[in-house]
């Protein structure tokens, strides 16, 4: 009796599916026909081309290799929004097990495939340069890679921005006070609670670090009568926030400037606040980066750090493939023991230390309704491929604030005087 030959040459679900350690959770399919997974899975990824194939078998990092094929248009997501695929990507998260195989199983695989598809096609053209190339192009954190990292991200088209920040354009965790407040109550009240620590009063001096668009400035301007100037890399940025002090009529004590935070002449500030700029500007310039604010601080004057972090510091500071390409180039991250330490080591004696990293998650869930809800005037203006950049990298982010993969950390610190003066209360008073 003849035995049934073993199969050699696989379809691509049943490669997907030789790759799996349990039952796929959702379905996939190609466009050489084949399926695989529950057809009545909430969720299907379709293989759209020969290119998306491509994508997924010759990047050797996972989430770089499904990004670039998602970005690109060649892996299709069916059942939830471009623009929101949270559900989808807890789906993935959870159900998708993956194993390693035999090299025997490897090599059959590849020549079901082709081995042609190992060959990277040309990335799509939202992907910034590898970390060799760009070290290749000029040293990192120097004024002007650090000036083409940040314009890669935040110089994309600041009516893009306005449609999925909303009217507050802040691109930072906000706060949320009670559970039925709106993204735009939460963001000023993220403005408030940074006033409050930093005891601001009529009068007083602020320099905002990153200032972004310009909401913390025009916060401590037109709530508390600070004189408040901001800083940004990001052109678009600076001259939208111009736009918006002068039309708030607050050009009196408000000034945001297109300018390295490294070229601010300034000094003697009443108050500081870097509100999500630490993540951008290296691990190893944490001593160069408190020292510089330390020095342009008056005596008992104030320092809030406001920045994304890692959950332990077992974790890589780097971050991943995918972000590093799409959304954050150069972009590292600490855990907040790190931060405090170097906060300390410039001379600052810290204060309060607060994690608010399910804030984060619930402000990047806004965000995300706000690119669904204007997901063609988005289109129209930066095209389909960014906005599936943001769709996927704002979901993806939320879910890793709610699994503390991150977190988002306040660190409030103060320049001691001569005499180990702090300027504190005996209590908080924020």
């Known amino acids: 009796m003849s035995e049934t030959p073993t199969k050699t040459k696989l379809t691509i679900a049943e490669a997907f599916e030789r790759l799996m350690r349990e039952p796929l959770p959702l379905q996939i399919t190609a466009y050489d026909g084949s399926a695989a997974g529950p057809a009545d899975a909430p969720y299907r990824f379709h293989v759209a081309n020969e290119r998306g194939l491509n994508y997924l078998m010759s990047s050797p990092d996972p989430d770089l290799a499904l990004g670039r094929a998602y970005v690109a248009g060649d892996l299709q997501l069916f059942g939830a929004h471009p623009g929101d695929p949270y559900e989808a990507l807890v789906v993935l998260k959870h159900g998708i097990k993956l194993r390693r195989p035999s090299p025997s199983e490897l090599v059959m695989l590849v020549r079901s495939l082709g081995a042609s598809r190992l060959v990277p096609p040309?990335?799509?053209?939202?992907?910034?340069?590898?970390?060799?190339?760009?070290?290749?192009?000029?040293?990192?954190h120097s004024l002007g890679r650090d000036a083409e990292a940040i314009s890669h991200h935040y110089d994309v088209s600041n009516r893009f921005y306005e449609l999925v920040l909303g009217p507050s354009m802040t691109y930072t965790c906000a706060v949320f006070p009670h559970e039925?407040?709106?993204?735009?109550?939460?963001?000023?009240?993220?403005?408030?609670?940074?006033?409050?620590?930093l005891d601001l009063k009529p009068g007083q001096r602020l320099l905002d670090l990153g200032c972004g668009w310009g909401g913390m400035v025009r916060h401590a301007a037109k709530e508390y009568g600070v004189k408040?100037?901001?800083?940004?890399?990001?052109?678009?940025?600076?001259?939208?926030?111009?736009?918006?002090i002068k039309r708030q009529r607050l050009d009196d004590l408000a000034e945001v400037r297109h300018l390295d935070y490294r070229l601010v002449k300034e000094t003697g500030f009443d108050a500081i606040s870097s509100i999500g700029l630490t993540e951008h500007i290296?691990?190893?310039?944490?001593?160069?980066?408190?020292?510089?604010?330390?020095?342009?601080?008056?005596?008992?004057?104030?320092?809030?750090?406001?920045?994304?972090?890692?959950a332990n510091n077992r974790q890589s500071t780097r971050t991943g493939e995918f972000i590093d390409r799409y959304?954050?180039?150069?972009?590292?991250?600490?855990?907040?023991?790190?931060?405090?330490?170097?906060?300390?080591?410039?001379?600052?004696?810290v204060h309060d230390v607060e994690n608010i990293r399910f804030h984060y998650a619930r402000t990047?869930?806004?965000?995300?309704?706000?690119?669904?809800?204007?997901w063609d005037e988005c289109v129209a203006e930066v095209g389909?491929?960014?906005?599936?950049?943001?769709?996927?990298?704002m979901a993806g982010s939320r879910l890793a604030f709610e699994r503390n993969e991150i977190q988002l950390h306040h660190i409030l610190a103060a320049k001691l005087g001569a005499d180990g003066s702090n300027g504190?209360?005996?209590?908080?008073?924020?």
Request: proline fraction near 8%; glycine fraction near 8%.
């Open 327 to 349: 959304v954050f180039p150069d972009g590292e991250l600490a855990a907040p023991g790190r931060l405090v330490s170097a906060v300390h080591d410039a001379g600052f004696e």
């Open 424 to 430: 504190f209360p005996l209590r908080p008073t924020w």
């Open 180 to 197: 039925g407040a709106t993204l735009e109550e939460a963001q000023a009240a993220k403005y408030d609670l940074v006033a409050r620590k």
């Open 122 to 140: 040309p990335p799509p053209p939202q992907e910034a340069p590898s970390r060799v190339r760009r070290v290749l192009e000029g040293f990192r």
């Open 282 to 310: 290296g691990v190893r310039n944490y001593p160069s980066y408190f020292s510089f604010i330390e020095g342009k601080l008056k005596p008992e004057g104030r320092l809030l750090n406001h920045c994304i972090t890692r």
């Open 384 to 393: 389909e491929n960014t906005c599936r950049v943001w769709g996927l990298y």
């Open 364 to 374: 990047l869930a806004g965000w995300c309704a706000n690119l669904v809800e204007h």
């Open 228 to 244: 408040a100037l901001g800083v940004t890399l990001s052109r678009q940025q600076a001259e939208w926030a111009q736009e918006e």
